[in-house]
């Protein structure tokens, strides 16, 4: 159940902790009281004052900058107070319990999770996909992710949100009016150009679509899990890949007993890159579990890189298959079993700095060969996993999606599929072309939150930090 949203609310709005300065914000109606409370006199309205916060005996709790935003003219539409003081935790506390109670008659309280944004979007500051790229710009892990945001944040996404909706209203209406006119119905369809009109839709929708898809892989990345036999070199492909000694790379087999997890990035794309134990029968109980674990990474990939020892993978003199050949062939099996088809499995041939040639070895369409040690191949390998992941390298044009977002764009290109259909055969039902218009049309303004439900609200604005 969600709070009130006419209660007055009060939070901490920068990260725990010291710091040069540390701000408390208060939003809701009627603040004047805990204006005068806190600052012991009115302040100017959007004009930073240099004054002490006073307790509840007139004592100076600190000296900082105050600054008071009238509604409507502020980030939440409220009258919002913001105190900034300095950035230790105990002056922090002592000025929000001083606002809890210099706030108490007007019912003051703390405030819930994203409840300021929420505000923000509940009184028509932004819509829900600028609200939730403020999130996502706090939550940016790369410069091109944090451009993304700022781009939806100006309402980039929504714009483009809202012509679609714009047109997807304008066929609805039309569609529902010759409802009335049965004897009319075609002639109108192909004086308005309705089968047109829906195609171009169509289109503009796949393009939309295509930079939601970018922009949801800036937010989420992929999860790249490396596997192998052991000593096949993970641990030194995850170094290469990082560029950094993160995992202890030994001649040992079985020395990775747990995964190791580091987020990188290539071209602004977040990959998150897992290494995991070495693939094998074991008698050793932890060498098991870490074995264990590595399936478990292995069954949430999004990209599998199956790395396999060159120097191992030749045949004997006999030309049959060598043990670590069949281990090999075994973990294949087993992926090809586990993994879904949406799921790429990446043959990345290690040790190429130790052979003398890399075609003998060659087993399916997507494989890289590569020395771990020497960086060789490297660079086409991270190529080709930003191309399985989709990226394109159009940065300038992406704004920040979300997977919803991807989903319900889906949605709404299948809607508007089937009413195209509908309209291109001889006698169309117009009654089920309406109703397809009217699925597209909320599932398009669930993205804005134009058709958004409070379950809805509540999951997402429940992810934001306090005071945000």
Not at 305 to 315: G, K
């Amino acid at each position: 159940m969600q709070p009130p949203h006419t209660d007055p609310i009060v939070a901490i709005a920068t990260a725990p902790g010291r710091g040069a300065v540390g701000i408390v914000r208060v939003s809701g109606p009627h603040l004047q009281t805990v204006v005068e409370a806190l600052c012991g006199r009115a302040l100017k309205p959007r004009e930073a004052t240099l004054l002490p916060f006073l307790d509840a005996s007139g004592q100076a709790i600190d000296e900082g900058l105050a600054l008071y935003f009238p509604a409507p003219h502020s980030f939440t539409g409220e009258d919002v107070l913001e105190l900034q003081a300095h950035g230790g935790t105990v002056v922090l506390q002592l000025l929000l319990a001083r606002c809890l109670e210099a706030g108490h008659a007007l019912g003051l309280r703390l405030a819930q999770p994203g409840e300021f944004t929420q505000r923000a979007f509940l009184n028509n500051k932004m819509d829900l996909a600028q609200a939730e790229a403020v999130a996502d710009l706090i939550d940016a892990s790369t410069e091109t992710a944090a451009r993304s945001a700022v781009r939806s944040l100006s309402g980039a996404f929504s714009q483009e949100i809202h012509v679609l909706l714009s047109a997807l209203t304008e066929l609805r209406m039309l569609i529902e009016a010759t409802l009335d006119f049965p004897e009319e119905e075609i002639d109108i369809l192909r004086q308005a150009d309705v089968q047109g009109r829906l195609t171009r839709l169509q289109q503009s929708l796949a393009a939309i679509a295509r930079n939601a898809r970018q922009g949801a892989l800036l937010r989420e990345g992929i999860k790249v899990v490396i596997a192998g036999q052991p000593n096949a070199g993970k641990s030194s492909l995850l170094n290469a890949l990082a560029g950094a000694e993160l995992a202890i790379v030994s001649a040992i087999a079985g020395t990775t007993r747990d995964k190791i997890a580091q987020t990188i990035q290539i071209e602004g794309v977040p990959l998150h890159v897992i290494d995991t134990a070495g693939l094998r029968d074991s008698s050793d109980e932890i060498e098991q579990m870490g074995v264990a674990r590595a399936w478990g990474e292995i069954d949430t990939a999004d990209v599998v890189l199956f790395l396999h020892d060159l120097t191992r993978s030749q045949p004997d003199a006999g030309g049959a298959q060598t043990p670590y050949q069949r281990d090999d062939a075994d973990i294949a099996q087993s992926l090809a079993q586990r993994l879904p088809p949406s799921v790429p499995v990446i043959d990345v041939w290690n040790k190429r700095d130790a052979v003398l040639a890399d075609h003998a070895f060659a087993t399916g369409d997507k494989q890289v060969f590569l020395s771990a040690r020497t960086g060789d191949g490297i660079d086409e390998l991270r190529r080709m996993l930003l191309a399985l992941a989709g990226w394109n390298a159009v940065p300038e044009g992406v704004y920040m999606a979300r997977e919803r977002h991807v989903q319900a764009l889906q949605r709404v290109a299948h809607h508007v599929g089937e009413a195209l259909s509908q309209v291109a055969v001889p006698a169309p039902l117009l009654d089920l072309v309406a109703e397809e218009l009217r699925l597209a049309q909320n599932a398009l303004g669930e993205i804005t939150g134009a058709f958004g439900a409070d379950d809805l609200l509540g999951v997402i604005f429940s992810r934001f930090c306090i005071g945000k």
